[in-house]
Nanobody, 119 residues
Framework: QVQLVESGGGLVQAGGSLRLSCAAS????????MGWFRQAPGKEREFVAT????????YYADSVRVRFTISRDNAKSTVYLQMNSLKPEDTAVYYC????????????WGQGTQVIVSS
């Protein structure tokens, strides 16, 4: 069973940085794609960034493209989301997700980690 555990959220001032981590277990993830999503209060969950484990291919939402960086550590089976120049509108619960490269939808989700950016 795939397990995803996020950590690293917290309270930060606007302009600050945070690094989120997603520890993945239960599979060999070389054939998986990992994603970060977020959900702000009263809003739908939205895509943030994705990384393909096999070759490190990445893709970002336009709203975070220049400020956030997704990466992976194969040895630790961990995916990171480095968030810089944070804005109050980045406030949300951030979720890690996984899907196989053959699937179109993310079927495995973590419990989420809260990020609050104060102005």
């Amino acid at each position: 069973q795939v397990q995803l555990v996020e950590s690293g959220g917290g309270l930060v001032q606007a302009g600050g940085s945070l690094r989120l981590s997603c520890a993945a277990s239960g599979r060999t993830f070389s054939s998986y794609t990992m994603g970060w999503f977020r959900q702000a209060p009263g809003k739908e969950r939205e895509f943030v960034a994705t990384i393909r484990w096999r070759d490190g291919y990445t893709y970002y939402a336009d709203s975070v493209r220049v400020r956030f960086t997704i990466s992976r550590d194969n040895a630790k089976s961990t995916v990171y989301l480095q968030m810089n120049s944070l804005k109050p509108e980045d406030t949300a619960v951030y979720y890690c997700a996984a899907r196989t490269n053959l699937e179109l939808t993310y079927n495995y989700w973590g419990q989420g980690t809260q990020v609050i950016v104060s102005s």
